[in-house]
């Protein structure tokens, strides 16, 4: 044996150094190793195209692809069939690894109300500022003749009034109903007729 082996054998703590050098490296090399199995390493799929379908008919392009989807929202689009979907996150044919979470999105079957709040006798801006934050989308307005310039009447919904309490869809167009602070004058007719009482009542008198 080499004279410089043979010392460093000849001394245990040497030996000590040795073996936990040995060690670290397999320990190192088996940690690595298991690293590149656990992250999927150069194990890359590609997010199967669903969209347009129902969430039970994409399940299998998702198993057969190694990846897991969770529901994670909801819309309502009158293009889409309800039940479909309508968005995916990472995105549709973008490469991720095996049993990466897919997000989706499906569009809703039914569409999503909300109650008309009482606007009655409240400032046309009030009014509008309460459905806003209620949800509605589409709003618009239309003055009539009223005492008081401004002032909310009510709101129509497919062309009649509807009291507050009633659940209208979100995207309904609505259209607020506002006093224009001008009362409509008599006509002349009557005019004419209340002229008539008058002199007719005056005349009793000669």
């Known amino acids: 044996m080499n004279p410089f082996f043979y010392k460093i054998f000849k001394k245990p703590v040497y030996v000590h150094l040795l073996v936990m050098a040995a060690l670290l490296c397999l320990i190192i090399y088996i ?6 199995s656990y992250t999927n390493h150069n194990q890359a799929v590609t997010v199967p195209d669903v969209r347009g379908l129902q969430i039970e008919d994409a399940a299998p392009f998702f198993e057969q692809n190694r990846l897991r989807y969770v529901i994670v929202d909801s819309i309502f689009s009158k293009e889409t ?7 995916l996150l990472p ?3 973008s490469r991720v690894k095996k049993n990466r979470i897919v997000y989706v999105t499906v569009n809703a079957k039914t569409e999503e109300t909300a109650p008309i709040p009482d ?6 801006r009030q009014a509008y500022a309460l459905l806003r934050a209620r ?3 589409d709003v618009e307005h239309k003055y009539v003749s009223g005492e008081y310039r401004d ?5 129509e919904y497919g062309g009649q009034m509807i009291i507050d309490g009633t659940r209208v869809p979100l995207n309904a167009k609505l259209i607020l109903v506002v006093s224009d602070g001008n009362i409509t004058p008599l006509d002349s007719a009557s005019m004419r007729e209340d002229s008539i009482e008058i002199i007719g009542g005056d005349e009793s008198w000669f």
């Open 151 to 155: 002032l909310t009447l009510g709101v």
């Open 31 to 36: 940690v690595l190793k298991n690293i590149d």
């Open 135 to 137: 949800g509605f989308i």
């Open 91 to 93: 995105e549709a044919n």
């Open 119 to 124: 606007i009655t006798d409240i400032s046309f």
């Open 81 to 87: 069939k309800p039940g479909a979907i309508v968005d």
